[in-house]
Structure formats: C-alpha cells, structure tokens
C-alpha cells in the first residue's frame, strides 16, 4: 500500500528521504509543493529528479478525501460531508468569522464518549482517522476557500470524535497544521478540544508546544455532569481538577471551558455561580466559550432562552470570569455537529 505524504510531519519525512539516500531537502521541496503550490502530483513537482520521482510514484501517494456531500449556509458556513479512502465518511465545517477562516476537524469516524446532547455520537466510532485525513479535511477546505482568495487560518479538533482517543494521530496533525512549511497556521489559532481524558489532557501539558486547549466541561459539578457525559463518571472532578492543574503548571497556558447551555438543565443562576466556585477554588487559569446548543431531534435537550444565557454571561464576567458566547453559524444547515453525517450515513440503534 502506498504511503500518504500528507501524514508526514517534515522531520519524519525528512528522515524517512533521508534514510532512502536523498539530500536532506527533499522533504521540504516536496512539502513545498504540496503545501506552497497545492501541487499534489508527484511528476510535477520539477526540480526533484526523475528517477526519485519514479520512487515516489511506486511508494508514497498524496490522496485527498472526495467531498461526498456540500451544504452551504447564507451566513457562509461551508459543511462538507467527506469520504476517505475507503468509504468512511466524516463531517468538516468551515465557519468564516471576521478574524478568519476557521475549520471544525474530525478526529474519528463516529464516537464512544456517548455524550448525550450529541449529534456526532448518535453514531458509535468505527476507526481513527488517520493523520493524513485530517490533513486532508483541511486542504479541502482551503480548496473551496481559494476562488475567493481565501485559505483557513484557524483550526479546531472540535468536530466528531475524542482527539486524545487518538493521541498520536492527532497530535502529528496539529504540528503538521503549525508547520510554516506545510499548513502554517498560528499555534494560538489552533485548539484541541477534549471531552475530559485525564491521561490526554496531562500528557499534552508536556509536549512543550502552544497549541490551546479546550475542555468540553458543560457543567458545574459531578452530579449534572454524568448525566451527560459518561466519561465524567470515569474521571469525575476529583481526577479532573488535578489533571488539569497539571496541564496548565507544565504549559503555562490558559484553558477554555467549553460550556453548551441546556435550557433548565445546566443553565441556571446557581449553575453560574457554581460554575465561578469550580474555576476560583481550584486556581484554574481559564475563559469559558458558552455555546448556544443547537437542537438534534433525537435528544431530549433544549437550547437555552436568551435572556437565561446573557444572565449567565452576566453572573461570571461581574465575578471575574471570562467569558463569551460562541458565534452561531449554519442556521439553515444541518448546524449541530454530526447531524450532516448521522442524516447520510443513518443513525444505527
Ligand atoms: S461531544 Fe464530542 S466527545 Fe462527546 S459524543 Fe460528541 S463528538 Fe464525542
């Protein structure tokens, strides 16, 4: 099977040229094409000699996953329902803010976290995705992006699945999106977001690099909490917090609490106020991101009225706390994530 270039990061491909007897500037010529020239053929690529590109074209490939389904939203939004290789298909949106383009990466195929105001994991995870995958999800975009002279500039591991369900994976993609050689986007505007594994979260405290990190926290306290999300029941507060605390004592960056405002479930003044005690007491240095919820006919949860979520915002920027409300985008679409792909593939029972 032919080896895609596009789940190198540079210092891995340099070592693997490097290994097969090439300078040790092939590889960033090659990325150069790929990612500077978006030429992805390799009989192209002109100032590598022929006899490597033969090598290249018997071993290695750049494959790109098909888009199998696009809706495009009035706002902008770009949602694409992608197919790779063989046959699994995943969700991507682009979301365009005034501060740039920014894409919602999948990280699985489906998900086990189970949480339970959830479109993405209505269906249940059928493999990782590879490193070249979520490279690929990227590229797309920036390929439906480029006739408007336009390219992503920020990235979230928001979309369907657990990042650090597939740790390495993910991380090789994230250095690769970080790459001024490949993607180049900012460390700052790239973000990984978990739903709570403790070992992740931890471990990517000390891999010394300045991509953010986001924890799908949702609510106050224990109790709420494992009513919606399972994983809290395996790493309740009292193994989260300390992690946590680790995280931000060996990167020294600040966390954002993700928080989906559930009308009459997590949403409430003492919520807030519980919300504010759970960040002072434990001398976590973090913002919460509140998320207007978007409806998914198949769960029971509602969004949150308006008036509830600025009496929120309210409670924890008067103590301290910051705090904004997520930006809505594909109204008109199939906006909550995964609903694309549950709708497509069909939800399994
Ligand atoms: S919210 Fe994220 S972690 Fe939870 S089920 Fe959905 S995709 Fe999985």
Redesign the pocket.
């Known amino acids: 099977m032919k080896k895609n270039i596009l789940g190198y990061t540079l210092p891995k491909l340099t070592e693997e040229f490097l290994a097969l007897g090439q300078s040790k500037f092939r590889a960033k010529q090659v990325f150069g094409w790929i990612y500077g020239k978006k030429v992805y053929s390799f009989d192209a690529m002109t100032d590598v000699s022929k006899d490597f590109r033969n090598v290249l074209n018997s071993d290695y490939c750049v494959e790109l996953p098909k888009i199998f389904t696009k809706q495009e939203s009035n706002d902008g939004t770009i949602k694409v329902l992608l197919e790779m290789g063989d046959g699994a298909k995943v969700e991507s949106v682009l979301m365009p803010y005034n501060y740039g383009d920014a894409v919602c990466v999948s990280s699985q195929v489906g ?1 086990n ?3 339970a105001f ?1 479109a ?2 209505l269906l249940r995870k059928e493999r990782n995705l590879t490193t070249a995958e979520m490279v690929g999800e990227v590229l797309i975009m920036d390929s439906l992006l480029e006739p408007l002279g336009r390219k992503v500039t920020h990235i979230d591991v928001m979309g ?3 990042p650090f369900d597939n740790y390495d994976n993910v991380l090789d993609f994230v250095k690769i999106a970080n790459d001024p050689f490949a993607l180049e986007i900012g460390a700052r505007h790239i973000t990984v977001s978990t ?1 709570g594994l403790c070992d992740g979260i931890k471990k990517y405290g000390k891999e010394g690099i300045q991509i953010n990190l986001a924890l ?1 926290l949702h609510a106050p306290n224990d109790e709420l909490r494992q009513q919606i ?1 399972p994983i809290a029941k395996a790493y309740p507060f009292s193994k989260l917090i300390p992690a946590l605390q680790e995280y931000s004592a060996d990167s020294g960056r600040r966390l954002t609490f993700e928080y989906i405002m559930l009308r009459d479930f997590n949403d409430t003044l003492d919520c807030a106020k519980q919300l504010v005690s759970f960040i002072r007491d434990n001398n976590l240095f973090a913002y919460v991101n509140l998320i207007p919820y978007n409806e998914v006919k198949e769960k029971p949860y509602r969004r949150s009225e308006k008036t509830r979520v600025n009496a929120f915002v309210d409670y924890l920027k008067k103590n301290g706390i910051n705090c904004t409300v997520r930006k809505e985008f594909g109204g008109d679409i199939d906006a909550a ?2 609903q694309l792909r549950s709708k497509q593939v069909g939800v399994k029972s």
Do not use: K, N
Request: charge should be negative.
């Open positions: 998900c976290m189970g949480c959830c993405s994991g369907t699945g657990e739903c799908s999300m994530c995964g």
